[in-house]
Every structure is written in structure tokens, then in C-alpha cells.
């Protein structure tokens, strides 16, 4: 009984020590010029039973120097190692007042390296590391100090700094390279914009590279075109919309084919429009009915007031041949 004690108690023991070992963040500084970002080489240590769980921080904006900047990144990881379809990359960032992080790669699609590339800022500044994964090495630095550029992929490119972000990964957030599914029944909130295909969304909450699908679209608004109908609204003259079509190629209130292309068009505001050129077209169709109307009820006339005076003329025709025959 004794030794089942002394055997969990070690066992206890060495869990413990083995998962503090593996949580404590250790550095490493990147060098070379402060406004390069440059390759510095992690393993996927967990790879043969899972991800590799990898944090880089640097959590106080005064480390190296005041007001350098922070950062929180979290890396779950695995790579492809001569394409191993299960592979992915997982990302969590969170910079203040600079950018530390410009890209990372999967450096083993055509070897066993288990090399997965970050791109960090130098300048001789310090980042903390940690991983769940207690076997994972120390990083290697490719700075042109610790290590002379570039890296070279086994069977891949050379990797060397680069000083521009990319657009792959998201400075201040989640970048998940596949879908995901919302199961829960509740509602799924979102504070900021959206932008699907593209990451322009200018003003818009949401902005959509393609084309939109579904069974029903409802548009909120607050001015609808009614007012066409009020008796003191000034319909235009058919001959200044002629004159307007003319010099201009559209219609009145409706944007050019130049300004749809450049802005776009409202849906609620090119619906209210469009609305009230058709109760205009209404008013133009009503106001041609009544004068067709009214040319038909005075050629109904002139037809009868002619057909009277044919009446008249062949009466006027009589009398003079009874005359004649006396």
C-alpha cells in the first residue's frame, strides 16, 4: 500500500513539474533593423500526437525601451510535413501601439522538418515564448546577426525579412484558415463590420465581393415616394424629361451609369426612386387617358355634328330638285 502511495505521489509530482516546465515562458531577441520583419524557425513539437500550442507576448509596451509596444499571440499549430492533409494554422493577435507579427508559413509541405516560420519585428527586441508542448525547441533566429539570411526551405524557397504585412492575418484578432459552424440556437452578435471576399468595407457593416442569395430582403427606411400623389407636387413636363434625356442620357433623379460604378447604388434609396418614376409614369399614363378620352369625346362629336350636316345637305339637295322640277 505504501508503494502505491509513494508511486502516485511521484507521479503527481512529476506531472506537475512537467506541465510548470512547459508553461514557463522563455526569450529570444530578434535583432537586425527595427523596421524589418524577419524568419525566425519554431518546430511543431506536438506533432506526432496532436497541435503545438505556441505563445509569443511581449506584455508590457516598455520592454527594450518606453513605449516600444505589446503584443499576445497565440499559435495552434500543425504543420503538413509533405502534405499531411490535416494541417492547419490557428491565430490569435493582439498588438498595442506597434506591430511585432507580419506573417508565418509552413515550412515542411515537402519535408519532415516540422519547420513553421514566423516573420518578427527586429531591432533588438525581446519576445517571450511558452507552449503547452514541452519539447518544443528553442526558436531559431534568421536576422542577418544570429543566424545569416536567408532561411532556406529543405525543397522550398528561401525565406528572408519582409516589411510589409500580410493580408492573411488579422493584427488584432482570430485568423482561422477553415470554416467554421455556429451551432447554438441563440443570436450571433457581431459589433463591428463584416466584409466577405473583400476586406474594403468602407462605411458599410457589411460589404460582400459577389453575389447575395436569398428567399426575402427586407430594407428599412423612412422616406417612401408617396408624395408623388400630393396634389401640390410638380410633375415635370414630358417635354423637359425629352430635353433632360437628351442632354444628360438618363432620367432625372437617377444616377449615371459612371456613379453606380464608382459608389455603388442604395437599395432602399434607388427603390424610392425607381417608385417614383413609376407613380410619375402613373400620373403621366393618367393624365394621357384623360386627354385621349377627351380627343375621343370631341371627335365623337365633330363625327356627329358632320354626319347632321350631311343630314342638312341632302335635305338642301331635295328642295332644290323639287324646285327645279316646277
Known amino acids: 500500500m505504501r508503494s502505491v502511495l509513494l508511486f502516485a505521489i511521484s507521479l ?8 510548470g516546465q ?5 526569450t529570444f531577441v530578434v535583432r537586425g533593423d527595427m523596421d524589418k520583419f524577419y524568419p ?3 518546430k511543431d513539437a506536438g506533432w506526432s500526437h496532436g497541435a503545438t500550442e505556441l505563445e509569443i507576448s511581449r506584455a508590457s509596451v516598455h520592454i527594450d525601451n518606453s513605449w516600444r509596444g ?3 499571440a497565440m499559435f495552434r499549430f500543425h504543420t503538413s510535413r509533405w502534405g499531411h492533409q490535416s494541417h492547419f494554422v490557428d491565430v490569435d493577435i493582439k498588438h498595442y501601439l506597434n506591430v511585432f507579427i507580419a506573417d508565418y508559413h509552413d515550412a515542411c509541405g515537402l519535408n519532415n522538418s516540422q519547420n513553421f516560420i514566423i516573420w518578427l519585428r527586429g531591432g533588438s527586441t525581446t519576445y517571450y515564448y511558452r507552449s503547452v508542448n514541452s519539447n518544443l525547441p528553442e526558436p531559431v533566429v534568421y536576422d542577418g546577426v544570429a543566424n545569416s539570411l536567408p532561411f532556406q526551405e529543405e525543397n522550398g524557397p528561401a525565406h528572408t525579412y519582409k516589411t510589409t504585412l500580410s493580408p492573411k492575418l488579422n ?10 459552424y455556429f451551432l447554438g440556437a441563440g443570436t450571433n452578435y457581431m459589433e463591428g463590420k463584416l466584409g466577405i471576399g473583400t476586406k474594403n468595407t468602407g462605411e458599410n457593416r457589411l460589404a460582400v465581393n459577389g453575389s447575395i442569395r436569398a428567399k426575402e430582403i427586407v430594407v428599412d427606411g423612412t422616406d417612401w415616394a408617396d408624395f408623388v400623389f400630393a396634389k401640390d407636387y410638380q410633375l415635370m413636363p414630358l417635354e423637359e424629361v425629352a430635353k433632360y434625356i437628351e442632354e444628360q ?3 432625372p433623379l437617377i444616377p449615371d451609369t459612371k456613379t453606380v460604378k464608382e459608389k455603388g447604388i442604395s437599395v432602399g434609396e434607388i427603390n424610392t426612386k425607381l417608385l417614383q418614376k413609376i407613380e410619375e409614369l402613373t400620373l403621366y399614363i393618367i393624365d394621357q387617358d384623360k386627354k385621349m378620352k377627351d380627343f375621343e369625346r370631341k371627335l365623337k362629336e365633330a363625327e356627329q355634328v358632320k354626319e347632321e350636316m350631311q343630314q342638312l345637305k341632302n335635305q338642301i339637295n331635295r328642295i332644290e330638285e323639287q324646285l327645279n322640277n316646277r
Open 70 to 72: 505589446s503584443v499576445i
Open 249 to 251: 442620357g438618363h432620367l
Open 12 to 19: 503527481i509530482l512529476s506531472v506537475t513539474m512537467s506541465f
Open 171 to 180: 493584427q488584432n484578432g482570430l485568423a482561422l484558415n477553415y470554416p467554421a
Open 40 to 42: 525566425v524557425v519554431f
Open 22 to 26: 512547459s508553461i514557463e515562458a522563455r
